[in-house]
């Protein structure tokens, strides 16, 4: 089955506490029973209390907290704003991905 959200891709949050934001996908988490999870950039912000170890300082830090894939949609590159995603093959038989709203084509 082909991903409608990759690594690198620009997404919009379509609920949450991070709802109408937009972010890149840092990294896709394949889940074996669930749905898939991505890791989006500045968004899903929780602390971390880490205990200060010979190798690392201790204290409170930021990371960014996976969210599931049904709460994103893709950013179209033509009009900046949230699209569904299709799959068409070329003449050469390639499998592309394209936004629905524009039809403009996604690397």
Known sequence: ?????????NVFILSGK?????GKVLKIIKMKNLEDKAIVEGINIA???TKQSAT?????????????I?????????????????FKFLK?????RYS???GETLT
């Open 1 to 9: 089955m082909a991903a409608k959200i990759k690594k690198g891709d």
């Open 18 to 22: 991070d709802k109408g934001k937009t």
């Open 47 to 49: 602390k971390k209390h």
């Open 56 to 68: 690392q300082k201790g204290g409170i830090e930021s990371i960014e907290m996976p969210l599931f």
């Open 70 to 86: 049904c709460k994103l949609s893709l950013v179209d590159p033509k009009t900046s704003k949230p699209s569904r995603v299709g």
């Open 92 to 96: 050469d038989g390639k499998k592309i």
């Open 100 to 102: 629905k709203k524009s």
